[in-house]
């Protein structure tokens, strides 16, 4: 009997080891994944806005200047 108990009592000991293993390696990989997620969107940030932001700007400009030589096709009737 102590025998069988002492068996049970060992595969417990391992299963809850495994356990606590397993639990330890997903939460690094959590954490990993965390840190990445964040350095990945704080860059998108930091890089993206201004980029779109001076974009738009270009695009403004673009149809102003072909906005003006419309209107200078047309003063000088071409």
């Not at 270009?58 to 419309?70: D, I, R, V």
Request: without cysteine; aromatic residues 6%.
């Amino acid at each position: 009997m102590a025998a069988s108990a002492m068996k049970t009592v060992l595969d417990f000991a391992e299963k809850a080891a495994s356990a606590s293993a397993t639990a330890t390696v997903v939460g690094k990989v959590l954490r990993i994944t965390g840190k990445a997620a964040w350095v990945v969107g704080t860059t998108g940030i930091v890089l993206g806005v201004p980029l779109i932001w001076a974009m738009g700007r270009e695009q403004t400009q673009l149809e102003y200047e072909s906005l003006l030589e419309a209107e200078q096709r047309t003063l000088l009737g071409l």
